[in-house]
């Protein structure tokens, strides 16, 4: 066990429907990063590192990545994209040891959640320092930190139905009709919003290849306009997101 195999490693920490995760798995996970993870997980096990501080390592690269990308230039953009990557590939890994090991806990779950939380705020924030051109106040880091906020408050939207399902004693899985909401116009609006992904604007592997876009951009133009129409539209699905994920909620059979 201290020197398994990548196919072994692979084979016990990618165990049949993981990808398949419909609200847990990222589509980057399914599409490349779960074929590269299982390589650099058979290492830490063999080195005997436990998943937590494989969470640690990629909280610190999700909010490394917000830091780096508020310095500006096209550079700093390329070097948030590849943190992010680094930042993916390591919360693919964290879980495959956890499971390879068997040593799963509640604990590590928590620790993902909070890094998750960390790495979009601070890239969202770092967008905003970005946009504005300069450390220093102004309506851009403003505008940075409320969709900071608003991706924050989808993620707790999201975190507390299965908060408020274990206070009231009903089971964490939810049915996935109890998931639509029961009117017929909110289950259409709501196909229609999840069709047109709009939300993954605010995650933190889709917002960081935007950045990189918008950073060749400025730099063909010589300005900060891209990055600045990137910003307001984060702030605009931020705050349009998370009023819609609420509507969702409430109107769905997810409470009951």
Not at 198 to 219: G, N
Request: aromatic share 6%; charged share 15%; proline share 3%.
């Amino acid at each position: 066990m201290s020197k398994p195999s990548v196919a072994e490693v692979r084979a016990g920490g990618q165990p049949e429907g993981v990808k398949e995760r419909v609200n847990e798995e990222h589509w980057a996970g399914r599409l490349y990063m779960r074929d590269i993870s299982p390589y650099l997980s058979a290492l830490f096990i063999r080195l005997g590192v436990p998943p937590n501080p494989i969470t640690y390592l990629m909280m610190a690269f999700g909010v490394l990545a917000g830091v780096v990308v508020a310095f500006g230039g096209l550079w700093s953009a390329v070097a948030a994209f590849l943190m992010v990557q680094i930042y993916l590939l390591l919360d693919c890994s964290d879980g495959e040891v956890a499971r390879y090991t068997k040593r799963t806990s509640v604990a590590g779950i928590y620790l993902d959640r909070i890094g998750h939380y960390l790495s979009e705020v601070a890239l969202l924030i770092g967008l905003g320092v970005r946009a504005q051109g300069e450390f220093a106040a102004g309506g851009w880091v403003v505008a940075g930190m409320a969709a900071a906020l608003g991706a924050a408050l989808i993620k707790a939207e999201t975190d507390n139905v299965v908060v408020a399902r274990a206070k009231a004693g009903l089971p964490e899985k939810i049915a996935e009709e109890a998931m639509a909401p029961r009117s017929a116009g909110l289950s259409l609006a709501r196909k229609a919003a999840s069709a047109l992904r709009f939300h993954r604007v605010i995650q933190a592997v889709e917002l960081s290849i935007l950045v990189l876009i918008a950073a060749v951009v400025d730099a063909v133009r010589g300005d900060l306009a891209a990055t600045q129409v990137l910003t307001a539209v984060c702030v605009a699905v931020a705050a349009l997101q998370t009023v819609l994920h609420l509507v969702s909620v409430l109107a769905s059979r997810r409470l009951h």
